[in-house]
């Protein structure tokens, strides 16, 4: 599979010298400055894959950890991480969704005593065709036995390690990236984050063969993924929130709670960019945000939520 990775790595453009084709043997449980698993060059086409154990066979087992850090060589604190992502695949047959009473949008609260009855918990086994690209699923007490939909892979996390000494667990996202669960997160996005620490210290994994926006009931179509990232380094430039780019909008996403907090933080960070890179007059900024933005809501379920602010590419001024 990694020979056919590459392939398609060097069918992408990637020179063979700056391709780098790594299985990962070490999952982490956090995202954390750490000994890295790799050392690679700035320009870097990764060839490798996400996460692998039980969790994606029928019989289920225990969620993985993370594929990292990975030390960005000549990465600093006064630069910007960019990760291409050219290809996210599906590599197992199978993915798994899940429900249970005290995680997801609309279940009780772990931290809060409720009168309802809890959510059940229920495993979801989905068979992936990965030639089709459908996944299908049997339901339990609905009218139709079961259920296909169309994949749309997309990794859940992208990371650097966060500032100081910070460490946060896989399903805290922030300003260093982490679990954002967007499905913007696909093949042809761009993704730009701050870096905290000389090396970047860079982490990636929780494929997604499909996602809704806000990931409602706490899990995606969880897989295991086939994947090529492109690893660069912007110099000289620093931002404060994970910026996006495909073919259609530039993006940022932020991450808070209360949901309004990431929604603020995402829009400031979009006007500061339309600023900076674009000439905008702030208030020129803000007035046509108000006229033009879109948004998603990436995540509802995760310690912090994350909303994806969106500026249509086909009003920037030529650069």
């Given at each position: 599979?990694?020979?056919?990775?590459?392939?398609?790595?060097?069918?992408?453009?990637?020179?063979?010298?700056?391709?780098?084709r790594f299985t990962p043997t070490v999952q982490q449980p956090t995202f954390a400055?750490?000994?890295?698993?790799?050392?690679?060059?700035?320009?870097?086409?990764?060839?490798?894959?996400?996460?692998?154990?039980?969790?994606?066979?029928?019989?289920?087992g225990a969620f993985p950890g993370e594929v990292g850090p990975i030390l960005v060589e000549g990465a600093t604190v006064n630069d910007i991480l960019k990760i291409e992502i050219i290809r996210v695949h599906p590599n197992s047959k199978y993915a798994a969704s899940?429900?249970?009473?005290?995680?997801?949008?609309?279940?009780?609260?772990?931290?809060?005593?409720?009168?309802?009855?809890?959510?059940?918990?229920?495993?979801?086994?989905w068979v992936l065709d990965t030639l089709r690209m459908v996944g299908t699923t049997k339901l339990v007490g609905s009218s139709m036995p079961n259920i296909s939909i169309d994949l749309q892979p997309m990794l859940g996390r992208l990371a650097v390690a966060p500032r100081g000494q910070e460490a946060f667990a896989g399903l805290w996202p922030g300003d260093f990236g982490g679990n954002m669960d967007a499905p913007e997160l696909k093949p042809g996005t761009t993704v730009y984050l701050p870096i905290f620490h000389d090396g970047a210290y860079f982490y990636f994994g929780d494929g997604h063969a499909r996602q809704g926006q806000g990931e409602v009931g706490g899990t995606g179509l969880e897989t295991s993924m086939d994947v090529i990232l492109k690893i660069d380094v912007v110099k000289g430039k620093t931002i404060d929130w994970p910026r996006l780019e495909d073919d259609r909008y530039i993006?940022?996403?932020?991450?808070?709670?209360?949901?309004?907090?990431?929604?603020r933080l995402a829009h400031v960070e979009l006007v500061e960019w339309l600023e900076e890179d674009y000439g905008f007059d702030r208030w020129d900024a803000y007035v046509l945000l108000g006229q033009v933005a879109e948004s998603s809501v990436a995540n509802i379920v995760d310690p912090i939520y994350t909303v994806v602010a969106k500026f249509p590419k086909r009003f920037l001024p030529p650069r």
């Open positions: 599979m990694i020979t056919t990775l590459l392939s398609l790595a060097l069918a992408a453009g990637a020179a063979l010298q700056d391709t780098v400055v750490r000994e890295p698993v790799l050392r690679v060059r700035p320009g870097t086409v990764l060839v490798s894959q996400t996460h692998f154990g039980d969790y994606y066979t029928e019989a289920g899940n429900i249970r009473p005290t995680f997801g949008g609309l279940t009780t609260d772990a931290r809060v005593r409720l009168l309802n009855d809890p959510t059940p918990t229920r495993r979801y086994l993006m940022v996403a932020g991450s808070a709670r209360p949901l309004i907090d990431a929604f």
